[in-house]
């Protein structure tokens, strides 16, 4: 059994990887797509195209909107038919580019064969232009533009790049299949991410729940012509995924409050990330399709589809059967980190992970009770904080203290929630305190620039 795990807190939740043998399949495309423009951290995207416009399959339709953004591209040939705002998935407005779908022709220079391209290309600025190019952001979850972290800033040196394969939340399925199925691409994107960072040693962090990838991805490395890239199995532990939690496990190294995981040497990308790397460098193919996964006890059929980003969520579910009669709840992502689907009319974006269904009894929260202070939630929380104590200071306001107790460092894993047995909805707190915290950070740092601007 593997030792390699973070060093405080987390949880065992029961993995239920119940999709875990449904091989991708192609979902076929939808009537009409929706591409919002901030589906990635950072300055949303600025439309380049106009109502009315012709567009291919990875053709440009939206450019950066700052340093920290990134390209968006049609995922099919159509007609832009709006601009606008559409309902997300929560039902709160968010400015989408509607394309009306005619066809599946691809913008010229777009490789689509399946050859497998081993030589990389040796100018590691055009590499990152590339990635840029092609749209390409965080697909573990944080959808960080790739390409800004490839770029640390002056000073800071990368010792190590992980891939993060551990895919910890439970019902998620589809990094699995990727490393199964996309192994060799997954090794050449960390080929390319380990050359861009400086030749450092790489490490595949495999969950041991998943040995069938575990023995693949070896036997991709040893076939491919790469040093230095090794397969770490990690032991199952919820939020083992977690950048600095993985970091911690791998590298024996602690990322400080606020900091980068660069700060301590490491870069961390997820190995959807590493396939789209792969996919825009060795195949000029910008990030239009995504694995998700589309589980859940209640559905007759599970799958994992290669879906094209920008599909309405009703269409996906529409080629499952529909939602099952005792399906209560609908999750884009997982159980732990997961966030409701509100609004069945929302589409896809490029970090969309899984669609998971739910059942009434699966979803319904015992009541609440008070507070026996067994102090469980400090226990699992990996991040040191102390919940019940947050949870005290948001019912009563004290934004000070929040802040001085590190709320801002949250990683709104839900394991405090999941450990309470009082049954207190710990997270929704601490993710409206947090967000205060965040706040009043942002501003505090605005008024410090704006008042140095000033004295200049
Ligand atoms: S949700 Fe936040 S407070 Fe709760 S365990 Fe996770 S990191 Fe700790
Ligand atoms: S786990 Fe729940 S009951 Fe126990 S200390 Fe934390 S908030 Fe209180």
New binding site residues.
């Given amino acids: 059994m593997s030792k390699h795990t973070f060093s405080i807190g987390g949880v065992h939740p029961h993995d239920s990887k119940i999709s875990r043998d449904c091989a991708i399949q192609q979902l076929p495309l939808p009537p009409k797509v929706y591409l919002a423009l901030s589906q990635h951290i950072g300055a949303p995207a600025k439309p380049v195209v106009e109502v009315g416009d012709k567009v291919l399959a990875g053709q440009v339709i939206a450019e950066p909107g700052g340093f920290v953004s990134a390209f968006i591209h049609s995922p099919v040939s159509g007609t832009v038919k709006s601009i606008g705002p559409q309902k997300d998935l929560a039902g709160n407005p968010s400015m989408c580019i509607e394309i009306e779908t005619e066809g599946d022709e691809w913008a010229p220079g777009i490789d689509l064969s399946d050859t497998l391209i081993t030589e990389i290309p040796a100018d590691n600025k055009a590499i990152i232009e590339k990635i840029r190019l092609a749209g390409v952001v965080g697909l573990g979850g944080a959808t960080f533009p790739t390409h800004v972290k490839l770029s640390p800033p002056p000073g800071s040196k990368c010792e190590r790049v992980i891939i993060n394969g551990c895919e910890c939340e439970p019902y998620l399925t589809s990094d699995f299949r990727v490393l199964l199925e996309k192994g060799e691409q997954v090794v050449v994107g960390s080929a390319i991410l380990q050359q861009v960072m400086g030749n450092v040693p790489v490490t595949i962090a495999i969950e041991e729940n998943k040995p069938e990838a575990i023995s693949h991805i070896r036997e991709v490395i040893g076939k491919l012509p790469y040093k230095n890239i090794e397969v770490m199995p990690m032991k199952m532990r919820y939020p083992q995924g977690s950048e600095k939690q993985l970091i911690d496990a791998v590298m024996h190294r602690q990322v400080g409050s606020g900091a980068l995981p660069i700060s301590v040497g490491a870069v961390v990308q997820n190995v959807g990330t590493a396939m789209a790397v792969y996919d825009a460098v060795q195949k000029n193919k910008p990030l239009v399709d995504n694995i998700v996964s589309i589980t859940g006890e209640c559905l007759p059929r599970q799958a994992n589809f290669q879906i094209r980003v920008g599909t309405p969520f009703r269409f996906i579910i529409d080629q499952v059967g529909g939602i099952p009669a005792d399906a209560a709840k609908i999750i884009s992502g997982g159980p732990m980190m997961g966030k409701a689907v509100a609004n069945l009319d929302a589409s896809t974006l490029k970090g969309t992970s899984a669609l998971l269904f739910l059942t009434e009894k699966q979803t319904r929260r015992a009541p609440e009770s008070n507070?026996?202070?067994?102090?469980?939630?400090?226990d699992a929380c990996p991040m040191g904080l102390e919940?019940?104590l947050l949870?005290r200071l948001a019912k009563a306001g004290e934004m000070e203290e929040l802040e001085k107790n590190a709320v801002q460092d949250c990683i709104e894993c839900g394991c405090?929630l999941f450990?309470?047995?009082?049954r207190?909805p710990?997270l929704d707190h601490i993710r409206l305190a947090k967000g205060a915290v965040l706040g009043a950070i942002r501003a505090r740092a605005a008024a410090a620039k704006a008042a140095a601007e000033a004295k200049k």
């Fill in positions: 507070c026996i202070r067994c102090g469980k939630c400090a919940p019940f949870v405090c450990s309470c047995p009082a207190i710990l």
